[in-house]
């Protein structure tokens, strides 16, 4: 006991150690230790007793016990709060070990953690959601993962909300409705695996950014790790639902760029590339609260096809474009030369004349070879290895290549430089083989109004982090055609599924947060009833309504009992709460109910933040939700019209 007395008392002589209400951070502690912080190791060789009891001395060097400092924080419950002791004595823990201590875990999120507000109209109606981040380890996930039972199936279009009749499939019995899911986005993924797998053309994300203004900064300590976790469930998860050649599309902010980019390229077979997103002008500076203004955000764009490429813009020629010819003198007897396999016509410049005529097919445009033109275009690559070395010849020498270029005239021809340039040129005729030519995206996209003037778009107000439909626009035209299937399980206002609803392709949205689903709902169906803002214009796509999609649910078990114990106000509803619990729900296994009963007086002496995260604790997570498995199991209340649903959605025989 002195020896944790002493222990205790030194370590809260470094104040970021220490928790605003006086208690050491446990947590924090173990994992500078287990990553040799010279800070902490400072700390314990001030101490003559702690050096003689956690380090060894060879050759005048102190060495560092770290295992045997670790195994003393762990054995002896060391640095244990208040809580934490009684999460001990009522069972939960797994070999002896705090679920925090083991190596193998996975993150279970039966909330969206980032959203902190939730579409409020005004500034002070902001309120703080409760969400509780429990890990799970890998022995304690059974049916997590499984698919899950769908309720309250409902389909909407021009006439409004109908009772859910079928699901329209193609010929390889893929469902082609347009779906919003509402439920946790990590097992409604896996949920859609069986139907969905190796389908979808395009997933795109607008994920929490972990800025340090979210919940994700619950704990300093673990606020990296969590936040990668988090995606990286989730992204193994929805990968698994991408075609061969589908791309996955990210946008972050400069907060977690360099770690997402990390992560990601490790889950992918390759990197496409990085659009960089102007979403505020340089001058919008309303505060001075921030040590700098970020106007950049990044879409991070990978897939798993090694040989994929990012697809080109494709611009249509107008025949204005050319509107020069070349006239000979008739009188001119011009020299052949020999460059390579092909015999070239010589003009002095005296021998020919350039002039301009209305646009025609068999006109020219003069093209100046510079930069990349000089070692990427064929015609670039012949000027520089035969006609750029020609110094005999005067500024201006037109030089006439026969069978070369794609155009009506069947040659090119190609001029030195004029005096005082440094580069030459050609002219090139009207292309035959097709009237579309091709070039290189930028990786930069400027939006074209203010960023965020945006929060009205889809007639639903969003104030922050609502995505522009025209931005959405774009990222879908590039990557998927007509009918494609786009996912976003990050929903949120909606902006990805209404701008795929009007340029006609195929959507999946999942959402888990009920005022993310109010705002994503009333705004599709303000999109199939005509809605005129975002991409609506005439010049964008001239939308003018039309369509449907189908409202699905995942059916709630464990996590009823959650939402209620968040949404609890006092001791007295929780204790009405655990009643229930024990009655209805499915506890963890490690639980033993009669100590819960025995050291009651422990738990009310627990703050209710803390008396709600441990009855959260206390449920299975792998029952959050009806799993399939259980669909005609009585004691989870499934209906006909239920059964009904989840066994057309997975194509089960009755």
């Known amino acids: 006991m002195k020896l944790y007395q002493t222990l205790e008392k030194q370590i809260k002589k470094e104040p970021n150690y220490v928790s605003d209400n006086g208690e050491i951070k446990k947590w924090v502690v173990l994992n500078k230790a287990q990553n040799l912080d010279e800070e902490l190791i400072g700390l314990l060789l001030e101490d003559p007793d702690l050096k003689e009891k956690f380090f060894i001395n060879i050759k005048d060097v102190w060495v560092f016990k770290q295992n045997l400092f670790i195994r003393f924080l762990e054995q002896k419950n060391y640095l244990n709060d208040s809580y934490t002791q009684f999460k001990n004595k009522v069972g939960l823990t797994i070999d002896g070990k705090y679920l925090k201590q083991r190596n193998e875990v996975a993150l279970v999120w039966p909330f969206k953690d980032c959203i902190l507000e939730g579409g409020q109209s005004r500034e002070e109606d902001k309120r703080e959601e409760i969400f509780f981040n429990e890990v799970l380890a890998q022995d304690e996930i059974t049916e997590l993962l499984d698919p899950k039972v769908l309720t ?94 589908g791309v996955f599309l990210v946008q972050c902010s400069f907060h977690q760029y360099a770690y997402l980019k990390v992560l990601m390229n490790d889950l992918f077979e390759k990197h496409l590339c990085d659009f960089n997103i102007q979403v505020r002008h340089p001058d919008r500076t309303l505060t001075g609260d921030k040590e700098f203004n970020d106007v950049i955000e990044y879409i991070l764009i990978y897939s798993n096809d090694r040989n994929k490429k990012m697809p080109f813009i494709e611009e249509q020629k107008t025949i204005d474009d050319y509107n020069l010819q070349i006239e000979m003198d008739s009188e001119a007897a011009f020299e052949i030369i020999q460059c390579g396999s092909k015999k070239v016509e010589v003009y002095l410049p005296h021998q020919y004349k350039v002039i301009r005529i209305p646009a025609s097919k068999n006109g020219l445009k003069k093209i100046s070879i510079r930069g990349s033109i000089r070692e990427k275009n064929s015609s ?123 340029l006609e392709r195929q959507y999946i949205g999942i959402e888990q947060m009920q005022s993310q689903i109010d705002l994503s709902t009333s705004r599709m169906k303000n999109v199939i009833n005509g809605d005129i803002t975002g991409i609506s214009r005439a010049e964008d796509v001239n939308w003018q309504g039309g369509g449907s999609f189908i409202y699905l649910e995942l059916k709630k078990y464990n996590q009823t009992f959650i939402e209620r114990i968040e949404e609890a106000e006092d001791e007295e509803i929780l204790f009405q709460i655990w009643e229930e619990m024990k009655a209805k729900s499915f506890l963890n296994y490690n639980v033993d109910i009669q100590k819960q009963e025995q050291y009651i007086d422990d738990f009310k002496r627990l703050s209710l933040q803390e008396q709600k995260q441990h009855l959260c604790e206390l449920l299975d997570k792998n029952q959050l939700y009806v799993n399939l498995s259980s669909l005609n199991d009585k004691n989870f209340e499934c209906t006909q019209e239920e059964q009904r649903v989840t066994k057309e959605f997975y194509q089960l025989k009755n």
């Open 380 to 502: 670039g690559r012949f000027f520089v290895k035969h006609l750029e070395k020609l110094n005999k010849y005067p500024p201006e020498t037109l030089f006439k290549v026969p069978d070369m270029g794609d155009d009506v005239v069947n040659h090119r021809f190609f001029y030195s430089a004029p005096k005082g340039n440094r580069n030459g040129g050609y002219y090139q005729g009207m292309p035959t083989s097709s009237d579309i030519t091709k070039k290189q995206f930028p990786n930069f996209y400027n939006f074209e109004k203010e960023y965020n003037n945006v929060s009205k778009q889809g007639e639903v107000e969003f104030r922050n982090g609502k995505k522009p439909e025209e931005l959405l626009k774009f990222l879908i035209q590039i990557f998927s055609n007509q009918d494609d299937i786009i996912l976003d399980y990050h929903l949120g206002s909606g902006s990805t599924i209404a701008t795929s609803h009007k």
């Open 152 to 245: 309250n199936a409902k389909r909407f279009d021009k006439d409004g909300e109908h009772h859910f009749d079928q699901f329209n499939r193609n010929e390889n019995g893929t469902i082609t409705d347009n779906l919003i899911i509402k439920g946790n986005n990590l097992l409604a993924l896996h949920s859609l695996k069986k139907e969905f797998a190796g389908k979808v053309k395009l997933i795109y994300i607008d994920p929490p950014y972990n800025t340090g203004n979210d919940s994700f900064s619950y704990n300093d300590s673990f606020n990296q790790s969590t936040w990668l976790t988090f995606m990286k469930n989730r992204i193994e998860s929805a990968k698994k639902l991408m075609s061969s050649s």
